[in-house]
């Protein structure tokens, strides 16, 4: 599936809902979590929809490589100097809100308002 239409980040994806963005490609988008547990606190998503890393498989070594490889270098540009947390939730138990596949990055000085 290219889009879900009742989707909220694919939504953001296609600029039907706005969203503060902090980078963005052919495949992958960067954007500011609306309610962010640290001063800086980012979601990178695949364009696609992919839900969940339930449906991740060697196929998608690649797109994953590349929104894990571009975490530092956002984190850079946005002022992090003192580190980071990466975070996927998966699933029900993973206590994943939004079905569609983003990795948290999280920095700033602490303390932060979660995590
Ligand atoms: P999850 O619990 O699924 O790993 O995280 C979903 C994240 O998406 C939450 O941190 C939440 O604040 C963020 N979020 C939910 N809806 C929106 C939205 O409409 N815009 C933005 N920028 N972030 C959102
Ligand atoms: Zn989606």
Excluded at 26 to 40: G, M, R, S
Excluded at 77 to 83: H, Q, Y
Excluded at 85 to 94: K, S
């Amino acid at each position: 599936m290219t889009a879900d239409p009742n989707c909220i980040f694919c939504k953001i994806v296609a600029g039907a809902i706005p969203a503060k963005k902090a980078y963005e490609d052919d495949e992958i988008l960067a954007f500011h979590d609306i309610n962010p547990w640290a001063p800086v606190h980012i979601l990178i998503v695949p364009k696609r929809h992919i839900a969940s890393m339930e449906d991740i498989t060697d196929a998608h070594a690649g797109l994953l490589g590349r929104m894990m490889a571009l975490s530092p270098r956002l984190m850079r540009e946005l002022g992090v100097t003192n580190g980071f947390r990466h975070v996927i939730n998966t699933g029900a138990d993973g206590r994943q809100e939004v079905p569609h596949l983003h990795l948290h990055v999280m920095g700033g000085p602490r303390p932060w308002a979660r995590g």
